[in-house]
C-alpha cells in the first residue's frame, strides 16, 4: 500500500501531532558550558575569533557557574588560558597544587556542590610549543613520558575536586594509566570522560586563540596523535580500547561534521557518549549569525537537536547558556 492511503503529511499537518511522533528533546540536562579560565581578578578577555565568548578570571567564572545551577546545565567544562610566564618545557605548571585549574576548582565546589566540574587533562596550555605532550628532539611527542605528566596533571584535578577528569592529549594507554593512578590515591569516584575519538581537526583554529597555544604551536600539526578525519572505523578501535583502560564516558570531537562517528560510537559500545560543538563550529554560526545570513536560535537549536538524533547524551558548546535560555522561552 502506498500513496494515496499513505501520507507521510499527516502527522505532520498540526503541533500536536508533530510533538506526539517527535523523537528527541534537547534539554538543558543535555548541556554542558565551556569556559576559559585566566588569572586575576574581575578580568573578562574576549576571545576575537569567537564573539561573545570571553575569557575569565576565577571571580567571573563563579557568575557564569550560577547562571548554569540556575538554568539546569548539569556541568562546566574548563580549559586553562595561563599565562606566557607560566609555561615550560615540561609543562610543571599543570599540576601545581596552587595552580590556576585546581584554584578555580576549589572555588567552584565551594560555591556550587552540585554543579559537576570537566577538567581538561593535556598539556598544550601549559607548554612552551604547544604540543599536547611532551616532545623529543626532534619535536616528537612522546607517548609515555606525556602519560606520566598527566597522571600528576589528574591527580592534582582530583585532589582539587574535580568530578570528571577529561584526557583530551589522545596518547596512548592514558586512560588505564589515570584510572590505575586514581585507585590507587584513593580517588574512586573521580569519572574519566576520554577524548577518544579526537581528530586532527581545523576546526579547533579559535580555541588555540583562546587558550594561547596558537603562537607557540606555529605551524606544528598533532597529526602524529590525533586521528585523521578521513577515518571512521579507527575510532571505534580509539573508543574500545578507552572502554576496556577504564573510562565512563567517550567523547567525540569535533561535532558537526563528524555525526556519523558518533551514531557508530553510541550503537557499537552504549556508552555515555559525549560530542563537543568545537570553537570553530561555534565560529562559523556566530559569524553568519553576525552578518544576518542565519537566524542564530533556530540553527543553534537545531545543531544540539541533531547530535540527540546521532546518539550523543551530552554535548560540550559554547552555546549551553545561550541555548538553555532559548529553551526556556520556546
Ligand atoms: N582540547 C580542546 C581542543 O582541542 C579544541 C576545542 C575547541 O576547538 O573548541
Ligand atoms: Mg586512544
Not at 523523537?23 to 581578578?41: C, K, N, Q, R, W
Not at 597544587?97 to 585546581?102: K, R, T
Amino acid at each position: 500500500m502506498s500513496f494515496p492511503a499513505i501520507r507521510m503529511r499527516r502527522m505532520r499537518r498540526d503541533a500536536f501531532s508533530r510533538a506526539l511522533m517527535r523523537e528527541h528533546t534537547l534539554l538543558p540536562s543535555d548541556l554542558v558550558m565551556v569556559a576559559f579560565v585566566i588569572d586575576g581578578e574581575g578580568r573578562r578577555e574576549p576571545v576575537p575569533s569567537m564573539p561573545g565568548v570571553e575569557r575569565l578570571s576565577i571571580d567571573a567564572l563563579l557568575g557564569l557557574a550560577g547562571e548554569c545551577v540556575a538554568l539546569g546545565i548539569p556541568a562546566l567544562a574548563l580549559f586553562p588560558a595561563p599565562g606566557q610566564a607560566v609555561k615550560s618545557e615540561d609543562a610543571c605548571e599543570a599540576w601545581n597544587p596552587d595552580g590556576l585549574m585546581q584554584r578555580a576548582t576549589r572555588a567552584l565546589k565551594a560555591r556550587y556542590p552540585q554543579l559537576g566540574l570537566i577538567g581538561d587533562v593535556a598539556l598544550d596550555p601549559y607548554t612552551t610549543h604547544g604540543q599536547d605532550g611532551l616532545i623529543d628532539a626532534s619535536g616528537y611527542v612522546m607517548n609515555e613520558p606525556t602519560v606520566e605528566a598527566l597522571i600528576k596533571m589528574a591527580l592534582a584535578q582530583a585532589e582539587a575536586g574535580m568530578d570528571f577528569v577529561a584526557p583530551s592529549d589522545m596518547m596512548d594507554g592514558r586512560i588505564g594509566a589515570i584510572r590505575d593512578a586514581l585507585e590507587a590515591a584513593g580517588y574512586i569516584h573521580t569519572r574519566i570522560l576520554a577524548y577518544s575519538a579526537k581528530y586532527a581537526s581545523s576546526f579547533y583554529g579559535p580555541f588555540r586563540d583562546a587558550v594561547g597555544s596558537a603562537g607557540n604551536l606555529g605551524k606544528g600539526g598533532k597529526h602524529t596523535y590525533q586521528m585523521d578525519v578521513a577515518n571512521a572505523d579507527e575510532a571505534l578501535r580509539e573508543v574500545e580500547l578507552d572502554i576496556a583502560e577504564g573510562a565512563d564516558a567517550v567523547m567525540v570531537k569535533p561535532g558537526l561534521p563528524y555525526l556519523d562517528v558518533l551514531r557508530r560510537v553510541k550503537d557499537a559500545f552504549g556508552m555515555p557518549t559525549f560530542v563537543y560543538q568545537v570553537s570553530g563550529e561555534y565560529a562559523m554560526l556566530k559569524a553568519a549569525a553576525q552578518n544576518g545570513w542565519l537566524d542564530e536560535k533556530a540553527v543553534v537549536l537545531e545543531t544540539l537537536t541533531c547530535f540527540k538524533r546521532a546518539g550523543a547524551d551530552a554535548i560540550l558548546t559554547y552555546y549551553a547558556i545561550d541555548a538553555a535560555r532559548w529553551l526556556r522561552e520556546a
